[in-house]
Structure formats: structure tokens, C-alpha cells
């Protein structure tokens, strides 16, 4: 069956970084485009960036832009989200999809603070 796992969150002091991954399986990776969305406790669940399934073509939030990096490895079928300088208001429970399958994973908890 199809599984998405993400991982990788955690409590970072602002200006800091972290790294997310999406393992993924029961699929065909390299034939989807997968993206990240995070939600905020309270708010709508935002869509942050995507990526295509040969990885050539990325988009990202006008609030990530610069400072987010989304790619992806077939070979391993996981798909990484690098944030960089890192602010409070990313706080959020960061979540991989599979576009066209419609499948979530779990969540991995990012929180920014000092």
C-alpha cells in the first residue's frame, strides 16, 4: 500500500535550519510530483513548495521563496525540504503529499523558537 513518512522536524533557535524528508513507498515514486504543505495550529493547511517526478521543475510559497529548497531522489524515493534561516512564524506541522494519488503522511512537527 501506498506510505509517505516524514521526519526530520524538530525545535530550532530562529535563523537556524533543518532538513525534512519523505520516504515513500507502495508507488511508483519517480512518476509523481509530490509537494509540502505545513499548517499552523489555527490556520488552513498552506501548500509551501512543489516538485515535478524528474525533479526539473520546482515552485515554492511567495513566504518560502529564497530561503526553502524542495528536491528529490528517485533512486532512494524520498524527497527532502531543506529550510534555511528559519523564522517563527514557520512553526508549523510540515506534511509530504503524493499529487494525482492524493495520499498524506503523518506530519513531522517543525517549531521555531528561542
Known amino acids: 500500500q501506498v506510505q509517505v513518512v516524514e521526519s526530520g522536524g524538530g525545535l530550532v533557535q530562529p535563523g537556524g535550519s533543518l532538513r525534512l524528508s519523505c520516504a515513500a513507498s507502495?508507488?511508483?515514486?519517480?512518476?509523481?510530483?509530490m509537494n509540502w504543505y505545513r499548517q499552523a495550529p489555527g490556520k488552513e493547511r498552506e501548500l509551501v513548495a512543489t516538485i515535478t517526478a524528474t525533479g526539473g521543475s520546482t515552485t515554492y510559497a511567495d513566504s518560502v521563496k529564497g530561503r526553502f529548497t524542495i528536491s528529490r531522489d528517485n533512486a532512494k524515493k524520498t524527497v527532502y525540504l531543506q529550510m534555511n534561516s528559519l523564522k517563527p512564524e514557520d512553526t508549523a506541522v510540515y506534511y509530504c503529499y503524493v499529487r494525482m494519488l492524493g495520499y498524506w503522511g503523518q506530519g513531522t512537527q517543525v517549531t521555531v523558537s528561542s
Open positions: 507502495g508507488f511508483t515514486f519517480s512518476s509523481y510530483g
